[in-house]
């Protein structure tokens, strides 16, 4: 089983940065993929960004493109969500997630494992 838990969220201004933290409970991250996906109030889960293990190819929304970056620290079992230039409209719970065999890397029922998400809130 494997539990993932998020860090780094908070309250900040628009256009600042935060950095978001998954750690896994189990080194995973060689053999899976990892995601960001975030949801805010009334809305569905959206897919961020993602980091394919095989090959290392990152994907991201359009919506946070060259905004965000994703990155794996493979010498402790953690992904990084870096993000830069924040909106207001980025306001929502990111959540990490961990997923075996993930074929559609946007699409949250491809991913296995889930932590419990973090808050970010962004003031304009």
């Known amino acids: 089983q494997v539990q993932l838990v998020e860090t780094g969220g908070g309250l900040v201004q628009a256009g600042a940065s935060l950095k978001l933290s998954c750690e896994a409970s189990?080194?995973?991250?060689?053999?899976?993929?990892m995601g960001w996906f975030r949801q805010a109030p009334g809305q569905e889960r959206e897919f961020v960004a993602a980091?394919?293990?095989?090959?290392?190819?990152?994907y991201y929304a359009d919506s946070v493109k060259g905004r965000f970056t994703i990155s794996r620290d493979n010498a402790k079992p953690m992904v990084h969500l870096q993000m830069n230039s924040l909106k207001p409209k980025d306001t929502a719970v990111y959540h990490c997630?961990?997923?075996?065999?993930?074929?559609?890397?946007?699409?949250?029922?491809?991913?296995?494992?889930w932590g419990q998400g973090t808050q970010v809130t962004v003031s304009s």
């Open positions: 189990e080194r995973t991250f060689s053999s899976h993929t």
């Open positions: 997630a961990a997923g075996a065999s993930v074929r559609w890397w946007n699409s949250y029922t491809d991913y296995d494992y």
């Open positions: 980091f394919r293990c095989s090959g290392g190819t990152t």
